[in-house]
């Protein structure tokens, strides 16, 4: 059915697939703000309640995506698209936090003929407090998947 790297039933469930740390600044929020096309206050110049710029609540995740979980997929069980995606906010990110962030796979099944792996990051602060949770859902292509539109 698909070409993988490890034997489906061999992939192990609780394998820690990356790491990151990521020091939020205003260099990289402006440049997430600017691909993203963002203008909102907070995001700028920073606005009450928090009296100072916190970041996009989607920024960390998305600059983590390759190496907490991509290189992980691609280098050990295969091509793969993104079927879901859910995040759990738990506090903003303001500048000037070193977030740092660790991925798990947690779950693989088969739904309608097609395999799924789902991936957990969670990202804290240097004081080991939640920020975010980031759970994705990953379809494995096999050699014959054609995109039909």
């Known amino acids: 059915m698909q070409t993988m790297k490890i034997q489906w039933d061999d992939i192990p469930l609780g394998v820690e697939t ?18 993203m096309d963002l203008d909102i206050a907070w995001f700028t110049t920073g606005a009450p309640p928090y009296g100072m710029r916190i970041a996009p609540p989607d920024m960390v995740p998305k600059l983590a995506m390759e190496p907490m979980f991509q290189d992980y997929l691609n280098s050990n069980i295969g091509q793969n698209i993104r079927a879901k995606q859910t995040f759990k906010f738990f506090a903003p990110v303001m500048v000037g936090t070193t ?5 798990h796979l947690v779950e693989k099944y088969e739904r309608r003929g097609r395999r799924f792996v789902t991936l957990e990051g ?19 292509l096999s050699d014959d998947f054609n995109m039909r539109s």
């Open 18 to 35: 990356g790491r990151v740390e990521i020091v939020v600044t205003d260099a990289v929020i402006d440049s997430y703000r600017a691909s």
């Open 99 to 103: 977030v740092r962030g660790v991925g």
């Open 122 to 140: 969670l990202f804290t602060d240097a004081a080991g407090r939640h920020l975010v949770l980031d759970r994705r859902t990953q379809m494995l």
